[in-house]
Structure formats: C-alpha cells, structure tokens
T-cell receptor
C-alpha cells in the first residue's frame, strides 16, 4: 500500500528544545516536501527535495532544517522551536501529477 | 511568486452541483491541482490539469484556462460526505507547489 508515514502525530514541547519530525515514503518518489497548515493560511511549503542530498527552501523556511540522506526519508528539524511554530505539519511525497500526504503532526510549542 | 485566490466558504444542497473557482497569478507553472481535506485529516488528491480544458473523474471535474489564469472544480450529485475543504494548487519547477487558502464546502440536506 502506497504510504507516507510521519512521527510523532502529536507533540507538545517547550521553547528552544530541539526536535525532529520524521517522514518516510514507500513509493520510491524522488520529490518530497514539508508543509505547515495554519487557520486561514492554507498549506505553506517549508522545504522540498528533488532527490537525495538535493533540497531547497519553500515559502516559509525560517526556523526549519531538513535533510535527505536516503530517498525514502525526509526529516524536518526544528533546532530551537518557538511558539510561532505551533502548527499542523504535513509531509508529502510526489509523483509528477499528485502529492501523497502523511497523516500530519500537530506540534505545540509553549 | 505565485498566489491563488479561492472563495473562503460555499454552501450547496445535497444532490446539487457546485463550482469552486480558483484564480491565480504566476510567472509560469506546469499544472493546477485540486485537493480535498476533511476536518482532522490530510489533504487527498482529486485532479490535475496540465493543459487547458476539462478533466473528469467520476463526480468531480476540473477545468483550466491558462489565458484567463483561472480554474475551477465542479462537484456533481453532491453528497453529505463532500463537506470538506478544497484547495487549488499550482505546481512549478522542481515540484515547488503553492496552495490557495482553501474553500470550505458545506453540503446541506
């Protein structure tokens, strides 16, 4: 079954404590992305990756890092989270026509 | 950059037809997509238009006019389960995707 998995699904943390949200896909896609979703703002792209070791900034990259060491994995790293990064995060894996989204990670930074 | 505009809310009656419009500004793109998202869920793909014209998938159709910078999603034979948010999205180079802010569709009996 084609699948994108994210972990954790829910996370409450404190300002400044580094965290990583994992993302994995089993479709052998080259393209993967991270989005954040906030009320009234839709989905905004944070980072995307065209292949292993190839990443680029999306529209809202500040405060985030990514890495793509393996084709299937695309973790999102918040090295010093702040309250304005409280949001719902989605990882996506793409074919040329279609994006497959993970179930989402709801992050709260206090 | 790219920007897309959609109505924020639409209400329609079960069994009817509803059209959700999307206008955009961009310097270039490969295609216009539509996604559905139920409350608490992840977005799921509905359709993709690379070329001008109508694409039909069951009860859903999507249309693109590049000359008018405009597209729409048409939902026929509305069902209560179609109540959800619908997003249009532009795909540019290197799979950079920009989403609209979404249209919340409420289907009423």
């Amino acid at each position: 079954e084609a699948q994108v998995t994210q972990n954790p699904r829910y996370l409450i943390t404190v300002t400044g404590k580094k965290l990583t949200v994992t993302c994995s896909q089993n479709m052998n896609h080259e393209y993967m992305s991270w989005y954040r979703q906030d009320p009234g703002l839709g989905l905004r792209q944070i980072y995307y990756s065209m292949n292993v070791e190839v990443t680029d900034k999306g529209d809202v990259p500040e405060g985030y890092k990514v890495s793509r060491k393996e084709k299937r994995n695309f973790p999102l790293i918040l090295e010093s989270p702040s309250p304005n990064q409280t949001s719902l995060y989605f990882c996506a894996s793409s074919s040329p026509r279609e994006q497959y989204f993970g179930p989402g990670t709801r992050l709260t930074v206090t | 950059g790219q920007s897309l505009e959609q109505p924020s809310e639409v209400t329609a009656v079960e069994g009817a037809i509803v059209q959700i419009n999307c206008t955009y500004q961009t310097s270039g793109f490969y295609g216009l997509s539509w996604y559905q998202q139920h409350d608490g869920g992840a977005p799921t793909f509905l359709s993709y238009n690379a070329l001008d014209g109508l694409e039909e998938t069951g009860r859903f159709s999507s249309f693109l006019s590049r000359s008018d910078s405009y597209g729409y999603l048409l939902l026929q034979e509305l069902q209560m389960k179609d109540s959800a948010s619908y997003f249009c999205a532009l795909t540019g180079g290197y799979q950079k995707v920009t989403f609209g802010t979404g249209t919340k569709l409420q289907v009423i009996p």
